[in-house]
C-alpha cells in the first residue's frame, strides 16, 4: 500500500511541479497545492515539499531562484514513477481497492475490474456498501469498515461482492488504512483474493469423497449382505435334511395309526407344517442359487407353445379356460429357456390361484418398440391397489401357504435378461402381468 500512497503523492507533486514550470521568472507566483488531501498556498519564490513516504525527503527547488529546468525535469521523473507504480497496481495478483472514510471508490485496480466486470471510470466515487455488496452482509462488512476508521487496523473479513452480471463472489480481504501526519485515517485499503473457483473446486471435491465414501459403504453392505445369503443358503439346506426325515415318519406314523382319529388329525398338521417349510427352504434355495442366464437366440412362441402344454392340466382341473393368443411370428430373442419357462409357469401358477371359480388364462405374445412381449392375463380377483408395490418382494403373499418368493425369482430373472414386468390388475375383474425382453439383448 505504500506503493499507491507514493503514486498519490508523486502524482500530485508531478501537478504542483507543470503549474510552476509555466510561469515566468518575473511574475510573483502563488501556487496552489494539495498534499494528502490538505490544501496549501505558497506565494515564495522557493517552494519546499516535505513528503513522508517519499523516500528521504523531497526538496523541489524553484526554478526562479537558480535552476530554470529542474522542476521540469523533475516532473519528468515523478511521471514516469507514477507510471511504473500505477502499472505494478494494476499487475498485482490481488484485488486491490481505496475507499474514503465513507466507503466511496477511490481506486479500482485491475483484478477489481476483472472479478466484477466494472471498469475503474464506472465504480469510481460510487459507494461500495451500494454498489457490490450484497444486503445481507452489508452490516457486518461496515463492522470492520468501522473499526478501520476508528483505528483497529489491520484486519480481516471474507464477504461477497456482485458483479456487474449479478453472480456473486466470494472474497477474502486484508484491510489496513492510510493515515495523516497527526495518524487520522484518511483512506481504507483493502487487498483481496478472490475465492470463488477455489471454493467452486473444493465443494466438488467434497461431493466426490462423500459419492465415493456412498459406494465404498454399499459394496460393504453388498459383500456383508452377499455373506449372509451364503450362509444362510448353507443353514437352510441343512435344516431341509432333518425336516425330509421327520417328514418320512410322519408318513410312516399316519399309515400306522390308521384308527386312531386324533392321532391321525395330529400327523396330517405335522405332515402339512413339515411340506409347508420344505417349499420354503426350495423356494430359498432357488433364489439362493441364483445363476446368471445362459442368454441365447431363440423363438419365444415355441417356447410358449410349451408352456401351455405344461400348465394345461393344471388349468383344466380348475376349471380354467385356456386361451392362446400367441403372434404366429416374432423376432427370436437372447433368452434362458430354462429360466424364462420358470417364470411364465410361475405367472400361470399365480393366475389361475388366482381364479378360485375358475375363468379365462390368456397367454398372448406381441412386438413393442423393440421389445417382446409375453403376457399371461387372467380373470381372478385382481390385486388390491395397495399391494401392487409389494409385488415382487421376497416373502409378499397373501395366500395361505404361500412362500411370497415366486415373483421374487421372477423379477429377478427378467432383470437379469435387461427386461422388464409390467402389471396391471383390477380387483374383482383380473390381472394382466407382461413379460418384456428386449429383442436386441
Ligand atoms: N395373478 C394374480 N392375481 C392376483 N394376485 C396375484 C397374482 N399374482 C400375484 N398375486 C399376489 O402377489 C402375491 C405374491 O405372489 P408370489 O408369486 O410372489 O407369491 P405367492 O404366489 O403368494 O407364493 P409362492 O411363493 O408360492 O408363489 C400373491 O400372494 C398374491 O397376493
Ligand atoms: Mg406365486
Redesign the pocket.
Known sequence: MQILYQTKIMKELSDICQNISVKTMEEEVSVKYKIKGETKENSKSCLTCDCHGVQGKLKVCCPFCNKPDGLSRIHKVLEGKCQLLASVLDTVNALVVVLDKEGKIIEFNKSCEKATGYCFNEVKGRNIFDLLLVSEEVDSVKVAFNKIKNGYFPNENENYWLTKQGLKRRITWSNTALTDTQGKVQYIIATGKDLTDQRAAEDELQNAIHQYLRIKNSLKESEKLAAIGLMSAGITHEIKNPLTVIQGFAQLIKKNVEGERVLQDYITTILEETNQAI?IIN?FLKLARFREPVLTKQSVVKLMGEVRASIEPQALANNITLEYKGADILPECMFDKQQLKQVLI?LC???I??MTDGGILTLSSGSHCNDTFIEIK?T????PCE?LNK??LPF????EH???????ICYAIISAHNGRIEVD?REGQG?S?RVYLPVSA
Open positions: 417349499r423356494d410361475n401358477q399365480n393366475a390361484e388366482a387372467d381372478g380377483r385382481g390385486i399391494s409385488l415382487g409378499f403373499t397373501t395366500k404361500g412362500t411370497g418368493l415366486g415373483l421374487n390388475s390381472s402381468f
